[in-house]
């Protein structure tokens, strides 16, 4: 059996805490831009910003929130 040094569910569980934590007492206009910020400071997020990833380009051509038809 192989001893696990990297436990992925325990470290998400302790972020989304931390996160929960930080936006406590925030307002939904508030918790917005803070994960925006957050991510904005990551290498997909600037990508993302500066419309040079895939999934940012998809969103400007389609609109956010749009299901994709069935077909």
Not at 5 to 29: C, G, I, P, Q
Not at 45 to 66: F, L, N, S, T
Request: overall charge positive.
């Amino acid at each position: 059996m192989k001893v696990k040094t990297f436990d992925a569910v325990k470290l998400m569980r302790e972020l989304r805490n931390k996160l929960s934590e930080d936006m406590e007492d925030m307002t939904s206009e508030e918790r917005v831009r803070y994960i925006q910020d957050k991510a904005a400071t990551t290498p997909l997020g600037k990508a993302m910003v500066k419309g040079e990833h895939k999934a940012a380009q998809q969103i400007a051509e389609h609109g956010r929130g749009k299901q994709r038809r069935a077909g």
